[in-house]
């Protein structure tokens, strides 16, 4: 096989893997369990990946960079900073939807490497993303000017991550869509101008 074709292969593998795990649980899946899924040899499989560990991880990295091309797109096609963090809340509650049972405490408990590889990504990109919108929101007269946009979006970095990883996963998905948009309501509100508050209350309803 050409580079090319072997690589869309692994590509295919990470994404059914991924899957997997998301529907039938983590810690569940055997490497026999994905070949017998993948209607694929276990020879077949241990030519892309050493053992479950490296398929977890590499399935988990390839995700991650997946969902963060999805964010940039949402961040360029958006100049409004709220209608920015709307549309990135809209995604995350698709990614909730489709994802099934919550990974991140089997992740942490028998993949700590991975976890904590994820976790320092999730946490860069996403403060950096959201202190960059918060100062464009500033420019754009829709943010309060004496916030400081990074330690804002330190702290609501540690809110959602709380909300979306731990606390609600006793809750049904529609309980937790109310809950974490809540979250994002009281944050947009917190941080808003006059004008802010205005366009937000315009299109908060549409948005959801």
Same mark, same amino acid.
């Given at each position: 096989?050409?580079? @090319?074709?072997?690589?869309? !292969? *692994?590509?295919?593998?990470?994404?059914?893997?991924?899957?997997?795990? @998301?529907?039938?649980?983590?810690?569940?899946?055997?490497?026999?369990? !994905?070949?017998?899924?993948?209607?694929?040899?276990? *020879?077949?499989?241990?030519?892309?990946?050493?053992? *479950?560990?490296?398929?977890?991880?590499?399935?988990?990295?390839?995700?991650?960079?997946?969902?963060?091309?999805?964010?940039?797109?949402?961040?360029?096609?958006?100049?409004?900073?709220?209608?920015?963090? !709307?549309?990135?809340?809209?995604?995350?509650?698709?990614?909730?939807?489709?994802?099934?049972?919550?990974?991140?405490?089997?992740?942490? *408990?028998?993949?700590?490497?991975?976890?904590?590889? $994820?976790?320092?990504?999730?946490?860069?990109?996403?403060?950096?993303?959201?202190?960059?919108?918060?100062?464009?929101? @500033?420019? @754009?007269?829709?943010?309060?000017?004496?916030?400081?946009?990074?330690?804002?979006?330190?702290?609501?970095?540690?809110?959602?991550?709380? $909300?979306?990883?731990?606390? $609600?996963?006793?809750?049904? $998905?529609?309980?937790?869509?109310?809950?974490?948009?809540?979250?994002?309501?009281?944050?947009?509100?917190?941080?808003?101008?006059?004008?802010?508050?205005?366009?937000?209350?315009?299109?908060?309803?549409?948005?959801?």
């Amino acid at each position: 096989m050409s580079d @090319q074709t072997l690589n869309e !292969v *692994k590509t295919s593998i990470l994404q059914r893997a991924m899957d997997m795990f @998301q529907r039938y649980g983590l810690r569940a899946m055997t490497m026999d369990d !994905v070949c017998r899924e993948l209607s694929m040899s276990k *020879k077949t499989l241990y030519q892309y990946f050493s053992n *479950k560990a490296d398929l977890v991880d590499q399935a988990v990295r390839h995700v991650f960079c997946a969902h963060k091309v999805a964010m940039d797109e949402i961040g360029s096609a958006h100049e409004n900073a709220i209608d920015r963090m !709307v549309h990135r809340f809209a995604f995350l509650m698709r990614m909730m939807e489709s994802h099934g049972p919550n990974m991140m405490f089997p992740l942490k *408990k028998y993949y700590p490497k991975t976890f904590e590889w $994820l976790f320092e990504q999730r946490q860069r990109t996403m403060v950096e993303a959201l202190t960059q919108t918060l100062r464009d929101g @500033q420019a @754009q007269r829709l943010f309060r000017e004496d916030l400081d946009p990074e330690l804002v979006a330190r702290i609501h970095f540690t809110t959602m991550v709380g $909300l979306a990883d731990g606390d $609600l996963q006793s809750e049904s $998905l529609a309980e937790r869509r109310e809950i974490i948009w809540t979250a994002i309501t009281l944050f947009i509100r917190s941080i808003s101008t006059a004008q802010g508050l205005q366009y937000f209350n315009e299109i908060k309803d549409s948005k959801r």
